[in-house]
């Protein structure tokens, strides 16, 4: 007999549901800050520090494709330590946790070098719950979750959930169909040349920090 049929019913959609659960939590982009390269003008111009004159330099120039290009940007508009700090508190440009160099993590308010050793230590990160784990060794809860907004873990691209694909910025149901209709990806050159259908060279450079395909 068939294992799965001594299951009943119900054993069964638990089952699903906590595969379900874990599919989710092993990649994705965190939440809680505005995201630069996607946000609208309105609410780049109701961020600390903003004036009309350096968002529409800002979304001139983007999409940016590491915060360090963002910071390289916004210290020409003439912005202060504090201003910067004040700024990523709001918005960041998310950093990849398994390929972020040191000086991307240095920008994240209050991460210092010691937390930039810590993220670096744990590589590969695979989910967000190794995440709490190992960083909350060194911070309480509060503040791993303050932490964990800056970060991403990139989507699997052929088993990724859609809630996982659409915590990518500036995901939305036409994109993510046009992610799921090309599975299942081969090879990164695949993505490339599927989604570049639809968006042009730097949207596409964007898109693809976010994903990764399983050797």
């Known amino acids: 007999m068939n294992p799965m049929l001594s299951y009943g019913r119900g054993a069964i959609v638990a089952l699903l549901l906590v595969t379900g659960l874990h599919s989710n939590a092993n990649a994705q982009v965190a939440k809680g800050l505005v995201d630069p390269n996607t946000a609208v003008e309105a609410d780049l111009l109701a961020l600390p520090h903003m004036t009309p004159a350096v968002v529409k330099g800002l979304l001139e120039k983007r999409p940016f494709a590491t915060v360090t290009e963002l910071n390289a940007f916004l210290a020409t508009q003439s912005l202060t330590p504090e201003q910067l700090g004040a700024f990523y508190a709001k918005a960041f440009v998310h950093i990849n946790l398994n390929t972020a160099k040191s000086e991307e993590i240095l920008l994240i308010p209050g991460a210092g070098r010691k937390m930039a050793h810590e993220f670096d230590e744990y590589r590969p990160w695979k989910s967000f719950a190794q ?16 932490l964990k907004q800056y970060c991403f873990i990139p989507v699997e691209l052929n088993t990724a959930s859609d809630e996982d694909i ?50």
């Open 166 to 215: 659409l915590s990518i910025p500036g995901m939305g149901p036409r994109m993510l169909r046009e992610f799921k209709e090309y599975r299942p990806y081969k090879a990164i050159e695949q993505f490339r040349k599927e989604i570049g259908k639809y968006v042009n060279p730097k949207e596409l450079a964007r898109l693809e920090r976010y994903v990764t395909i399983a050797p």
């Open 131 to 146: 995440f709490d784990k190992e960083i909350g060794k060194y911070v309480d809860a509060t503040q791993v979750a303050r």
